[in-house]
C-alpha cells in the first residue's frame, strides 16, 4: 500500500516529522496495521483459490484412486454396482455447449459489432441495457421458463418440423421429447449470448479509433472499416469473448438440469435427452450414499473446476491482449 | 468490387447486424412476458406472508423463502464485502508487479468457475466438519461467487479517483491508511456500491451453490447452523414438482425473485448515475 507518486508522500513525511512527530508515530502504526489488514486479506483469496483446488482433489481421492484415468472414458455409471464413468457426461457437456456457441456466437459478435460500430448512437444504450438485464435473469428462472415454455414448443412444433426437413442427418432423428440436448444447448445459447456481446462490444471499443479513421480516410466503406480495421485488430479478444461464452456454458447448471432430461446415455440425435456434468452434481449429490459414490461426484466438479480454469485462463489472456487487464474486466 | 455493390453489402451487413442485435433481445421480452402472464395471477398476499403447504393442499406462500434468501445473502455479504473491497484496494494501490497481477487474473478466472463448484467447496469446507446442511454454509458458498466480482469492480473504481485527491490528504500529513479510508475510498463510493449491488443480484439468484448447502427447508428459519430455505431453491422444487399448483406458485416466485435482482440491479445503475452528476 503505497502512494500513487513517492515524492508527495515522503514531503509529507517529512512535514509531518516537522510539525507534529507524535501525530506520524500513531500514523505509522495505523500504516501498518492496515497494511497487514489488506495483505492479509489478499492472501486469504489466494488461500481459498488453492484450497479450492486441493479440497476437491482430496475429497475425490478414493474415486481418483478406484478408476483412474479410466473414469474419463468409461460410460457405466452405476451407483448401486458401485462402478463409475463419467464419460456421458463429459460428452452431454461438451455437446450442450457446442450446440449453444453455434447458435450463440454468431449472434452475439453481429449484436456486439453493431453496438459498437455501425449503430445510431442513441439506440446503443437502451440496448446495451437490455442486454445486461438478459444476463441478470437468473439460471433457475430460465430452467423453469425451459421446462413450461420452450420444451413445449420444441416438442409439438420444432422437432417435427426439423425431423421432417432434416431427417436424414442422425443429428436430428428419433422421437421429439422436447427435453434433451437441442433444449438444453438452446437455453445455454440465451444464456450466454448477452456474456459473449458484453465482453466482444468492450473489445470492439478498445479498439483504438486511429484504426478506424484510417481505414475511413482511405475511402471504406463503414462496414469495411469495421472488418479491415477493427475486427481484425481486435480478433484475439473477440476469440476470448467467445470462449468466456463456452466458459459459461460449461458450467451452466441449474437450466440444463431442468431441460436436458437427465439420461446417462451418448446418442447421436440431439432430441435425445443426455446429461451434463454440472447436473448429475445437481441431481445426484444429496442422495449419494457411499462414499465412493460421492467422491465420483466431487471428482466430476474438479473436472468441471480445470476445464472452466483452463478456458477462462485463455479467454482472458486473449481478452486482455486487446484491452488491457483493467478494461477487460468482469462482464 | 463496383462502389455500388460496396454500398450494398455495407447496407446489408448494417441490417444484419441489427438483426442480430434484436434476436438477441427477443429471449428476453419473452422470458418477461410469460413470467408476467404467469406470475401474476397467482401472486396475492399470502404468497407473501404463509409457510408452504403440505402437498395437496392449495395455497399456502414461500414467506420462510423469501426470509432464507435474505439471511443467506446477508450472510455472504458480511463474509465477501470486506474482502472484496480491501482486495480491490490492494490492486489498485499496490505498487508491486507481481501478485497485484497474479491477485487480478485469479479474481477474473474464479469468476468464471461454475457456481456449482463453490456448493461442492462450501460443502467440504463447512457441511462436513459440521456434519449438517446449513445456512451458514450457503453464505459462504455465495462470498466466494460474490468476492471476485467486487474485487474488480472496486479495483476499477479506486483507479477512477484522481491522484491529486490522494496528495492532497498526504500533503496535510495524514497517514497512509487514514488517505485511503477517508478519501479515496468515499470518492469511489458511489463505483463500489454499484459493484456490490451488481454481485448481490447476482447471488440472490444462484440455485446449484445452495442446493447442497443450504438445502432449503419448509419451515422458518431456525438458526445459522441449520438447514434453511431460500428462494432460488423453492423454484427449483416447485417447478420440477408435478403438480400444478406447485407451477403456479414456481412462476410467482420467479417473478418476486427477478423483481428482487432487478431491483438491485437498477440501484447498482442509480448509484452510477449520481456519480456522474456529481462529476
Known amino acids: 500500500m503505497s502512494p500513487a507518486s513517492s515524492p508527495s508522500a515522503e514531503a509529507a513525511e517529512r512535514l509531518a516529522l516537522d510539525v507534529r512527530p507524535s501525530a506520524l508515530g500513531r500514523g505509522r502504526s495505523g500504516d501498518r496495521i492496515f497494511d497487514g489488514l489488506v495483505k492479509a486479506t489478499v492472501w486469504m483469496v489466494l488461500l481459498l483459490a488453492a484450497g479450492l483446488v486441493c479440497s476437491l482433489a482430496w475429497e475425490s481421492r478414493t474415486a481418483i484412486a478406484a478408476f483412474g484415468w479410466r473414469f474419463l472414458v468409461t460410460s457405466t455409471w452405476d451407483p448401486v454396482a458401485g462402478s463409475f464413468g463419467a464419460l456421458p457426461f463429459i460428452y452431454g457437456t461438451l455437446v450442450s455447449s457446442l450446440v449453444a456457441l453455434v447458435i450463440a456466437a454468431p449472434l452475439s459478435l453481429g449484436a456486439a459489432i453493431y453496438l459498437a460500430d455501425l449503430a445510431p448512437l442513441w439506440i446503443r444504450p437502451p440496448i446495451a441495457f437490455l442486454i445486461e438485464m438478459l444476463a441478470a435473469v437468473p439460471s433457475v428462472v430460465y430452467g423453469l421458463w425451459g421446462i413450461f415454455v420452450l420444451v413445449p414448443w420444441l416438442r409439438q412444433s420444432v422437432q417435427p418440423l426439423l425431423g421432417r426437413a432434416l431427417g436424414f442427418l442422425p443429428l436430428f432423428q428419433g422421437p421429439p421429447y422436447g427435453v434433451g440436448m437441442l433444449a438444453a444447448g438452446l437455453i445455454l445459447a440465451i444464456m450466454v449470448v448477452p456474456y459473449i456481446t458484453s465482453v466482444s462490444r468492450e473489445v470492439l471499443l478498445a479498439v483504438p479509433n486511429s484504426q478506424r479513421e484510417a481505414a475511413l480516410g482511405l475511402g471504406a466503406t463503414r462496414w469495411e472499416a469495421t472488418r479491415i480495421a477493427v475486427l481484425r485488430y481486435g480478433r484475439s479478444g473477440l476469440i476470448g469473448a467467445i470462449l468466456l461464452g463456452l466458459g459459461r456454458a460449461l458450467g451452466e447448471t441449474m437450466a440444463v438440469t431442468m431441460v436436458i432430461g437427465n439420461r446417462p446415455q451418448i446418442a447421436a440425435s440431439l432430441f435425445a435427452p443426455g446429461y451434463t456434468m454440472a447436473s448429475v452434481i445437481a441431481n445426484e449429490f444429496t442422495e449419494a450414499t457411499s462414499d465412493l459414490y460421492v467422491a465420483a461426484l466431487v471428482e466430476i466438479g474438479l473436472l468441471l473446476l480445470v476445464v472452466t480454469v483452463v478456458v477462462n485462463a485463455l479467454a482472458r489472456l486473449l481478452v486482455w491482449s486487446v484491452g488491457g487487464p483493467v478494461k477487460g474486466g468482469l462482464a | ?279
Not at chain 2, 392449495?58 to 423463502?65: E, I, K
Not at chain 2, 423469501?66 to 499496490?94: D, K, Q, R
Not at chain 2, 497481477?101 to 467447496?121: E, K, M, Y
Not at chain 2, 439468484?205 to 430455505?229: C, K, M, S, V, Y
Open chain 2, 1 to 279: 468490387m463496383s462502389p455500388g455493390g460496396r454500398r450494398i453489402v455495407n447496407g446489408a451487413m448494417g441490417g444484419l447486424t441489427f438483426l442480430a442485435a434484436i434476436a438477441v433481445i427477443c429471449p428476453l421480452v419473452l422470458v418477461l412476458g410469460f413470467l408476467l402472464y404467469q406470475g401474476i395471477s397467482a401472486i396475492n398476499v399470502d404468497f407473501f406472508l404463509h409457510l408452504p403447504k403440505p402437498v395437496g393442499e392449495p395455497g399456502g406462500g414461500v414467506a420462510n423463502a423469501i426470509v432464507g434468501s435474505l439471511i443467506v445473502v446477508g450472510l455472504a455479504v458480511a463474509i465477501g464485502l470486506p474482502i472484496g473491497i480491501l482486495g480491490g484496494v490492494y490492486l489498485a494501490e499496490s505498487r508491486e508487479r507481481r501478485l497485484p497481477w497474479v491477485v487480478r487474473f485469479l479474481a477474473d478466472v474464479l469468476n468464471g468457475v461454475p457456481s456449482i463448484v463453490f456448493g461442492i467447496f462450501a460443502y467440504t469446507l463447512v457441511v462436513l466438519p459440521m456434519r449438517r446442511f446449513s445456512a451458514l454454509a450457503g453464505g459462504f458458498a455465495l462470498a466466494m461467487i460474490m468476492v471476485p466480482i467486487v474485487i474488480r469492480t472496486t479495483e476499477e473504481m479506486v483507479r477512477l479517483v484522481p491522484t491529486h485527491l490522494r496528495e492532497a490528504g498526504l500533503g496535510l500529513g495524514l497517514p497512509q491508511w487514514k488517505v485511503t479510508l477517508r478519501i479515496v475510498l468515499p470518492a469511489a463510493r458511489a463505483g463500489i456500491i454499484t459493484g456490490v449491488m451488481v454481485s448481490i443480484a447476482r447471488i440472490s439468484g444462484e440455485t446449484a451453490p445452495l442446493l447442497f448447502t443450504a438445502l432449503g427447508n419448509r419451515f422458518w428459519h431456525q438458526g445459522l447452523d441449520q438447514p434453511i430455505a431460500a428462494l432460488p431453491l423453492q423454484i427449483y422444487a416447485y417447478a420440477i414438482a408435478p403438480y400444478d399448483d406447485w407451477h403456479r406458485q414456481a412462476w410467482a416466485g420467479a417473478l418476486v425473485l427477478i423483481a428482487l435482482v432487478f431491483v438491485a440491479s437498477m440501484a447498482a445503475r442509480l448509484a452510477t448515475r449520481q456519480r456522474a452528476l456529481a462529476r
